[in-house]
């Protein structure tokens, strides 16, 4: 496990986890893929490109009508990944934990924002945290378990 986490001390803070019926590596493949993000997560607008993730690895992302600018902090495939984002008024931490748990994968993740829209609108800034958190879990388990929504005629 990483030593990197998120910021405890931040004004704006939450935590999600799921079990997505499917092996961990396939969940893995979608985490730590940007580029597809916004194949399957609602939230995610478009993601520049960005390769193979590592540590120290830049990419660029929209979420929110925010862009953000993210540098891969921590990474131990196929278990934990962290990274800190910048935006015009958040800075953030995020950190994904992976574990097996037979055919199934347990996810919790977990966000901290400081900065202009933490520390002006405390509790809006963590709701939106916990929605993104929250969707972004559905919107994967969707994904990995190959259930689509029905789309309407």
């Known amino acids: 496990m990483s030593l990197f986490d998120i910021d405890f001390s ?34 995610v607008e478009w993601v520049g ?14 979420a929110g009508g925010m862009t953000f ?4 902090q921590a990474l131990d495939a196929p ?12 800075s953030a931490r995020h950190i ?4 097996a748990e037979g055919a199934t994968t347990r996810i919790e993740t977990a966000e901290s924002f400081r900065g202009a829209y933490a520390t002006i609108l405390p509790s809006h800034a963590k709701r939106a945290i916990h929605r993104a958190l929250e969707q972004g ?15 309407a005629a």
Request: hydrophobic content about 40%; glycine content about 6%; overall charge positive.
């Open 10 to 43: 931040a004004r704006a803070k939450a935590r999600a986890s799921i079990v997505i019926a499917a092996p961990r590596d396939a969940v893995w493949a979608r985490i730590a893929d940007p580029e597809t993000w916004p194949n399957w997560n609602h939230g």
């Open 49 to 62: 490109a960005v390769g193979r993730m590592t540590p120290g690895t830049k990419f660029e992302w929209r």
């Open 69 to 72: 600018r993210s540098t891969v």
């Open 79 to 90: 278990s934990f990944i962290g990274w800190t984002s910048a935006s015009t008024v958040i």
């Open 96 to 99: 994904w934990c992976l574990t």
């Open 137 to 151: 879990l559905s919107d994967l388990k969707i994904e990995c378990e190959g259930r689509r929504p029905r789309r």
